[in-house]
Nanobody
Framework: QVQLEESGGGLVQAGGSLRLSCAAS????????KGWFRQAPGRDREFLAA????????RYADSVKGRFTISRDNAKNTVFLQMNNLKPEDTAVYYC???????????????WGQGTQVTVSS
């Protein structure tokens, strides 16, 4: 089993920044690629970014490319999502996930965190 705990959400004005953190635990947690997703009310869960567990390559959804950056600290088994130039349409619950790097593009993951709310005011 893998446990994921997100933190860092909150309320921010448009144009501002937030950094989300996701602490992973569990015997095999470090062998999974990690990703970030979000879900706004009335909408499907959306893939945002993923980082491969081996090598650290990354991929992003077009909607956040250039504004969001995924990174990791292997020593702490933690993954981050730096979000810059936030917009009101970024308002959603943000989820951390662990699973297969390629399948995350299709919104599939083996484990999910509980989510953290991000609200961007105009």
């Amino acid at each position: 089993q893998v446990q994921l705990e997100e933190s860092g959400g909150g309320l921010v004005q448009a144009g501002g920044s937030l950094r989300l953190s996701c602490a992973a635990s569990g015997r095999t947690s470090s062998t999974y690629s990690k990703g970030w997703f979000r879900q706004a009310p009335g909408r499907d869960r959306e893939f945002l970014a993923a980082i491969r567990w081996s090598g650290g390559s990354t991929r992003y959804a077009d909607s956040v490319k250039g504004r969001f950056t995924i990174s990791r600290d292997n020593a702490k088994n933690t993954v981050f999502l730096q979000m810059n130039n936030l917009k009101p349409e970024d308002t959603a619950v943000y989820y951390c996930a662990a699973g297969n790097y390629d399948r995350m593009w299709w919104r599939e993951a083996n484990y999910w965190g509980q989510g953290t709310q991000v609200t961007v005011s105009s």
